[in-house]
């Protein structure tokens, strides 16, 4: 209650005029005010944030984290341009989105930057700004969040990732050296098997099949006439199996027809080989049609046993 009391003169007597008012509400609204300020006051001393105003260029009323951050007293904190506390490499964009602001302009209201503390480390932090008035005359207010910690987690991890690209980078290359190294010598080794049995073959046809054909010239009685040919036969099963790669590679043979290609590429008759197989010469005929399609020279004037022996 608001009490108001006054002496009156009324038909020359005194008087006592009070006016008493209501004030509780007054009194509630001045309570919850004192109430509030007392949590604010407690919040921005509490905060694991810093919070600090910065206002003509030079932070002001700066809570506690604000300083243990930037590792200043008060009366340092405040007494200097803002823009010394921030590194050189992110001096000039704290700078600008701060004047934009007081523009009236929207520069981005969140973003990390480092600051340099007064020890002459640096630390990244995360700044929260808004456009506020202060004591009547534009400002902005601060918070400010120390991702130091969250930094360096995220430069150890892009560091350790980049260490593991490098060394898979490096796996690469070896096995590509070696991969390399392996084809070169699967293609010297096929090289020669190649030249292993091309010697096997010329060897066969130069010393021994026109050896064995003197022998058939002479005088041989029937044991020896079929041991004879016993020999050839298996001189010609031994080289039977290197034909199919010295004829062009796409092709599919049949056994029986590499039989008779050998055969013919040791310049041997129909008759020779229809005798040498048991069959008819008609049979021989047919078997080399079907090998001269194969080999693609059908219906061409091309010697058969030249192309062979050219393609071994």
């Known amino acids: 209650m608001d009490t108001n009391a006054s002496i009156l003169k009324i038909d020359g007597k005194y008087r006592i005029m009070g006016v008493f008012r209501d004030i509780t509400e007054r009194k509630q609204a001045e309570d919850a005010l004192k109430e509030s300020e007392e949590k604010y006051r407690i919040l921005f001393k509490k905060a694991n944030i810093g919070i600090y105003v910065v206002q003509d260029g030079v932070f002001k009323s700066p809570n506690p984290k604000a300083l243990d951050l930037f590792g200043y007293s008060k009366e340092e904190f405040v007494s200097a341009p803002f823009a010394n506390f921030i590194h050189p490499e992110d001096r000039e964009m704290v700078k600008d989105r701060y004047e934009r602001r007081l523009r009236g ?3 981005p209201t969140n973003y990390p930057f480092r600051l340099l503390k007064k020890d002459g480390n640096t630390r ?12 009547d005359r534009p400002a902005t207010l601060c918070f400010l969040t120390d991702i130091n910690a969250q930094k360096q987690a995220e430069t150890a991890l892009e560091e350790t990732k980049n260490e593991l690209e490098r060394k898979v980078q490096e796996r690469t290359m070896e096995l590509e050296e070696v991969n390399t190294a392996l084809r070169v010598l699967v293609k010297s080794q096929n090289t020669d098997v ?3 049995e091309n010697k096997i073959s010329f060897n066969i046809d130069e010393l021994i099949f026109p050896n064995l054909e ?11 006439r079929t041991f004879l040919e016993i020999i050839g036969k298996n001189m010609i099963k031994i080289t ?10 796409h092709l599919t043979l049949t056994p029986s027809e590499i039989k008779i290609t050998n055969l013919i590429k040791h310049g041997k008759t129909n008759k020779e080989i229809a005798e040498l197989h048991n069959i008819s010469v008609r049979t021989v005929e047919s078997y080399r049609s079907n090998i001269r ?14 192309y062979l022996i050219s393609n071994s």
């Open 214 to 224: 003197e022998l058939k010239k002479t005088k041989l009685n029937t044991a020896q």
């Open 105 to 107: 302009e929207e520069p």
């Open 194 to 196: 190649k030249e292993l």
């Open 293 to 306: 399609n194969k080999i693609g020279i059908k219906n061409k004037k091309v010697n058969m046993r030249s």
């Open 240 to 249: 039977s199996d290197f034909v199919a790669d010295k004829v062009n590679t």
């Open 124 to 135: 990244w932090v995360e700044l929260n700004v808004v456009s506020i008035l202060w004591e």
